[in-house]
């Protein structure tokens, strides 16, 4: 047992010093550098990176819009949809990203295909790997703490794992208003945001980030960079959720959560809604 453990422990910090990732909330309107920065491109010395689009209907249109949006970066684009074995031209390129859409959609076509699979091999060893929005939520164990709705239903809830927390992109923190019909600004009566990433805390015990909209996180190995300029807020089990504002605050979480149930309800933190 000691030396399975020694061994986990020894493949775990291997995989952590080689992690290469750019995990976007939204797109990466104010990262370029970032993104630059990633898949080691320029005009003058150009990259080619496995573009994913699984998670919308409309592939095509959506690889015509980020290669638009690559191309002055010196990044080029090959799109997984259009060739016949996209784990094939992993070997190939450069680096991949994923964007976003439907999150269960992009699982169920990870799951399908194989290539979720194939794409965390490859970057546990080192290849550049950016996530937007569904992008970003299939980064993690998980995409049981996504905002989408399942409208197809995977194999099972599991992603790539290539992070060991959950990440809530879009995270929005207060109660959600809507226009009455006499014209009065009435707060939604449901769950917030918060009271839901609580929730999922009731029955699991992986940490979550709460990344908000302009934010990201850029990890390399073990080490975290928070951009945006705005806190992540950080949920764990019976525990009030915490606002963190440098990437060096959120490296803890680079540590597997133990394997084990969170505490009961009533142990967890107080919230409340006006």
């Known amino acids: 047992m000691k030396k399975m453990n020694a061994a986990f422990k020894k493949a775990s910090s291997a995989q952590e010093k080689d992690l290469n990732l750019l995990l976007l909330s939204t797109g990466f309107k104010g990262f370029a550098n970032k993104v630059s920065e990633l898949y080691d491109a320029s005009p003058e010395k150009p990259k080619t990176i496995l573009y994913v689009a699984y998670a919308v209907k409309d592939e095509a249109h959506a690889a015509d819009r980020w290669a638009q949006a690559l191309a002055p970066l010196g990044i080029n684009i090959i799109p997984a949809h259009s060739v016949k074995d996209p784990a094939k031209v992993l070997d190939k390129v450069d680096g991949v990203f994923v964007s976003g859409g439907n999150t269960f959609r992009l699982v169920d076509r990870l799951q399908k295909t194989g290539l979720g699979k194939a794409i965390a091999k490859k970057v546990k060893k080192g ?27 995977p194999k099972s809830f ?27 600004r009435v707060p939604y009566a449901g769950e917030t945001r918060t009271d839901r990433l609580v929730q999922y805390h009731e029955d699991n015990a992986t940490p979550i980030v709460g990344l908000r909209e302009g934010s990201a996180l850029l990890i390399r ?37 133990p394997s084990k149930k969170a505490a009961k309800p009533k142990k967890g933190p107080k ?3 006006s």
């Not at 993690?140 to 197809?152: A, S």
């Not at 879009?170 to 959600?176: L, Q, R, S």
């Not at 080490?223 to 060096?248: H, M, N, Q, R």
């Open 127 to 153: 290849m550049p790997y950016m996530g937007s929005s569904a992008g970003t939520n299939v980064a993690c164990p998980t995409i049981m703490t996504t905002n989408d709705m399942p409208i197809v239903a």
């Open 158 to 184: 599991a992603a790539m794992g290539l992070v060991p927390f959950q990440i809530n992109a879009h995270y929005f923190e207060g109660d959600f208003y809507y226009d009455d019909s006499d014209g009065k």
């Open 221 to 257: 190995g073990s080490k975290i960079e928070l951009l945006g300029g705005k806190p992540a807020k950080v949920f764990k089990p019976g525990k009030t959720p915490a606002d963190i504002s440098t990437g060096k605050g959120l490296e803890s979480l680079m540590t597997p959560a």
């Open 271 to 273: 919230h409340t809604k």
